[in-house]
Nanobody, 125 residues
């Protein structure tokens, strides 16, 4: 079973930055797209960002576009989420997920398997 482990969460003030990392046991790592999702208290899980297999193309939710950057290191089997200019509404548990083998670039949650446990991000005003 594929395992994913996030790290890098924490508490920051509005305007601050955090960088999340997600290392996976999936091999070969570059066969899979990777996604980031988040779930705020009392809300459903929502899409944040997705990155293609080679790392050259990414797609973002409108709410984070221009502030968040997703990247990956295929040699390290790791995907990152750089979060800048954080807002209180970004407070959530952030999870990485690995795309299904035939998911070439869909952000739909149903197209992802094997989710990480999540990392808490708290942004205070």
């Amino acid at each position: 079973q594929v395992q994913l482990q996030e790290s890098g969460g924490g508490s920051v003030q509005a305007g601050g930055s955090l960088r999340l990392s997600c290392v996976t046991s999936a091999r070969p790592f570059d066969m899979y797209i990777m996604g980031w999702f988040r779930q705020a208290p009392g809300k459903g899980r929502e899409f944040v960002a997705v990155i293609n297999r080679g790392g050259g193309t990414a797609y973002y939710a409108d709410s984070v576009k221009g502030r968040f950057t997703v990247s990956r290191d295929n040699d390290e089997n790791t995907v990152y989420l750089q979060m800048n200019n954080l807002r209180p509404e970004d407070t959530a548990v952030y999870s990485c997920a690995i795309g299904q083998l035939l998911n070439f670039f869909s952000p739909a949650q149903s197209k992802f398997d094997s989710w990480g446990q999540g990392a808490q991000v708290t942004v205070s005003s």
